[in-house]
T-cell receptor, first 115, second 113 residues
Framework: GAGVSQSPSNKVTEKGKDVELRCDPISGHTALYWYRQSLGQGLEFLIY????????KSGLPSDRFSAERTGGSVSTLTIQRTQQEDSAVYLCASSLEAGGRETQYFGPGTRLLVL | AQSVTQLDSQVPVFEEAPVELRCNYS??????LFWYVQYPNQGLQLLLK??????LVKGINGFEAEFNKSQTSFHLRKPSVHISDTAEYFCAVSDWGAQKLVFGQGTRLTINP
């Protein structure tokens, strides 16, 4: 079956612009996660959704970052007023249910470059 | 807070040689443990995971890992590597009751012919 898909695969933007990154989880997966992979920080957790609610937003680095999930499916990560330090690969993952023992299935990522 | 240490950032080995990639985690709280692999220009793929029971876990592509609670380690091993194993390997931990994965910095495995 189809895996997790993310769009766009690459995004180049200018400092100060807003960007939206999209994630389509595996059909039927109730939990969805966003992570960021950067050279200096490695792989960092950003936010987690159970259904449409986000019980854990602890990893969002600033109030410029927000995310939503609609219909228990697609999620959008929005970065406002982008900064150069936001350049990274943004990874989305989904799991059948929430819980630490569940396998998270990752998408290919969106590579964001802020000039 | 939980943290994960992968002791080697790069590991070069010859083809058909054995390899061990080391992973240690910080918290003594009960945990779930994972190894993911990232091939060049691809997303993360699960190699294996430890949830409970036998401390030796077998995964895909001939990899295995051993959970050692007293040493808070979860080292990944393969008895004979192939060129196709060239990739970056990430160890990850999830605390019981938590949802997120905490990742190590990754180990880049390079296989030389």
């Amino acid at each position: 079956g189809a895996g997790v898909s993310q769009s766009p695969s690459n995004k180049v933007t200018e400092k100060g612009k807003d960007v939206e990154l999209r994630c389509d989880p595996i059909s039927g997966h109730t939990a969805l996660y966003w992570y960021r992979q950067s050279l200096g920080q490695g792989l960092e957790f950003l936010i987690y959704f159970q259904g449409n609610s986000a019980p854990d937003k602890s990893g969002l680095p600033s109030d410029r970052f927000s995310a939503e999930r609609t219909g228990g499916s697609v999620s959008t990560l929005t970065i406002q007023r982008t900064q150069q330090e936001d350049s990274a690969v943004y990874l989305c993952a989904s799991s059948l249910e929430a819980g630490g023992r569940e396998t998270q299935y990752f998408g290919p990522g969106t590579r964001l470059l802020v000039l | 807070a939980q943290s994960v240490t992968q002791l080697d950032s790069q590991v070069p080995v010859f083809e058909e040689a054995p390899v061990e990639l080391r992973c240690n985690y910080s918290s003594s709280v009960s945990v779930y443990l994972f190894w993911y692999v990232q091939y060049p220009n691809q997303g993360l793929q699960l190699l294996l995971k430890y949830l409970s029971g036998s401390t030796l876990v077998k995964g895909i592509n001939g990899f295995e890992a051993e959970f050692n609670k007293s040493q808070t380690s979860f080292h990944l091993r393969k008895p004979s590597v192939h060129i196709s194993d060239t990739a970056e390997y990430f160890c990850a931990v999830s605390d019981w009751g938590a949802q997120k994965l905490v990742f190590g910095q990754g180990t880049r495995l390079t296989i030389n012919p």
